[in-house]
């Protein structure tokens, strides 16, 4: 049973963080990688610089500790010196006291030779140290400069990205194969234009075969071919003959339509009804 859970757990965290990668915005998570290097930085910049404080105190520490051995040395040289000038004086006693000082001085001489001997040691150690945080500082600043560097490039991708991602979205909706929204497409508009045009052809094609379209003709012929005989008779009284282009078969059957059955079943003389009066 606990084998199930904390694998149920592990599949549970699993699951989540696949779901958090999949609706996190990839401009934040560029952002959170590079504060994170850049605090790694900072604190590998301020860990060098410790290694470097330590080894400017252990060169201060050994200057010191150099300052003293050079005033041990003299020390027990003036001691020596002065216990040497006592025994010519004959005075055996102040001559062993001098002696007594240098031999004391020679023992501290001799302890601080070998703290200066470790502070070198150490000193030598700092120096490597240093020299290693500093290639490291340098190093990891490289890295640092070309994930910002990546990061300028990967912000860059994901606009083009975003961008084409709204282009294929809009020639989605443009495409016949959209689904269906509060807009429509503008297939759908097409289709809706060519249903109402191809009605009103429809319309206008059972409107031209009634009776009114028929008698819509007789008048428009009629009138046509009065409007021809005036002309024709205009061209008599002018005493010119009318011109052969304008001569057809349509307005020999305009005359014929014209020159119908009037009321009474009689014909109509239409020379003498379009001449003028003289």
């Known amino acids: 049973m606990a084998n199930f859970f904390s694998r149920f757990f592990r599949y549970a965290n699993a699951s ?42 252990l060169e201060m520490r050994l200057a010191r500790q150099l300052g003293e051995v050079e005033n041990m040395q003299q020390s027990a040289r003036q001691s020596l010196v002065l216990a040497d000038q006592a025994r010519a004086a004959g005075d055996t006693a102040k001559a062993a006291q001098y002696e007594s000082a240098a031999q004391s001085f020679a023992t501290q001489l001799v302890s601080a030779e070998s703290s200066v001997e470790d502070l070198k040691a150490l000193h030598d150690q700092a120096l490597q140290a240093a020299e290693q945080a500093k290639e490291a500082v340098a190093d990891n600043e490289m890295r640092l400069r070309n994930t910002l560097a990546e990061r300028t490039k990967l912000m860059t991708q994901l606009e083009s990205a975003k961008m084409q991602e709204q282009m294929s979205k809009a020639l989605t909706s443009m495409s016949e194969l959209a689904p269906k929204g509060d807009t429509p497409t503008l297939g759908e508009v097409r289709d809706k234009i060519e249903k109402r045009y191809a009605t009103a052809l429809g319309q206008q094609e059972l409107a031209s075969g009634g009776v009114e379209a028929r008698m819509l003709e007789v008048r428009k012929a009629t009138i046509d071919a009065s409007a021809n005989a005036r002309l024709d008779s205009i061209r008599a009284s002018l005493g010119t003959g009318a011109p052969a282009a304008l001569t057809s078969p349509a307005s020999a059957d305009q005359q014929a339509i014209a020159g119908g059955a009037d009321g009474a079943g009689t014909p109509v003389d239409t020379t003498k009804a379009a001449r003028p009066a003289e």
């Open 16 to 57: 989540a963080n696949q779901k958090f990668d999949a609706r996190a915005d990839p401009a934040v998570q560029i952002e959170q990688a590079i504060q994170d290097a850049q605090r790694q930085h900072a604190a590998l910049t301020q860990q060098a610089a410790t290694v470097l404080g330590n080894r400017r105190q």
